[in-house]
């Protein structure tokens, strides 16, 4: 989270034409994770105007993409590939060490869904004529549609958080820029993200107890115990 941290300061000098500084944190961004890279040639998005209906559009077809499976056997063959390639001590070692999983995620429909859908609500509660041209609201875009895509391949949400990260930025301007959504849609923005808070506490909760607190996510808090 340090390297996306940093990758929102790039979003930001970047969509201020400040480039050299822009270029400097996407350096630092670099240094603290290497798939910090993949944001550079999104950053050219600032110039492409995101129309409603092109945004639901994107959902939309990565959404039948993620969910039909498609990608499964495309993703098996490139792992193998390199793997094939790959030494005990090269670069493609050290990535495929790093994502030495299950290319699947292993949930069905349903649980896909659930994954993908806040996301997804998110994106299209917040979209605003002001947050259109937003550079942090066209990331946050991106990475929703390439969690939908490649929702059977685990580490790829590594790398769609260097995008949604821009969701920080993204839904403040929906609610206090100068064009922010209207009242009845801000009042489902708001119920969603406290139902949202409130499905994500009780999840951590019920995988800390279902697992003697032994959970892959061992997040602790006042709420999450």
Same mark, same amino acid.
Request: glycine fraction near 4%; charge should be positive; hydrophobic fraction near 40%.
């Given at each position: 989270m340090i390297s996306a941290s940093f990758c929102l300061l790039v979003v930001f000098y970047f969509e201020k034409d400040k480039i050299k500084i822009a270029l400097f944190f996407l350096i630092v961004a670099f240094l603290f994770h290497p798939y910090a890279i993949f944001i550079a040639p999104f950053l050219f998005v600032k110039r492409i105007e995101f129309k409603y209906v092109y945004v639901m559009v994107a959902l939309g077809v990565s959404l039948i993409i993620g969910l039909s499976g498609i990608l499964d056997s495309i993703m098996s063959i490139l792992q193998f590939f390199l793997a094939s390639l790959s030494s005990d001590d090269g670069v493609l070692y050290q990535i495929l060490k790093y994502a030495d999983r299950d290319v699947g995620s292993g949930w069905n429909i349903v649980g896909k869904l659930a994954h993908l859908l806040p996301t997804i609500v998110m994106v299209v509660l917040t979209y605003t004529s002001e947050n259109s041209q937003s550079l942090f609201y066209k990331f946050f875009v991106i990475g929703a549609v390439i969690l939908n895509i490649f929702v059977d391949v685990v580490y790829c949400e590594r790398i769609a958080t260097f995008f949604t990260i821009s969701e920080i930025i993204a839904v403040p301007l929906a609610f206090?820029?100068?064009?922010?959504?209207?009242?009845?849609?801000?009042?489902?923005?708001?119920?969603?993200? =406290?139902?949202?808070?409130?499905? #994500?506490?009780? !999840? =951590?909760?019920?995988?800390?107890? #279902?697992?003697? !607190?032994?959970?892959p996510v061992p997040y602790k808090s006042i709420l999450t115990n």
């Open positions: 206090y820029g100068q064009t922010p959504v209207r009242n009845t849609r801000r009042s489902y923005l708001i119920i969603f993200m =406290i139902l949202t808070m409130l499905l #994500y506490v009780y !999840n =951590i909760n019920f995988l800390n107890g #279902y697992t003697n !607190n032994n959970t």
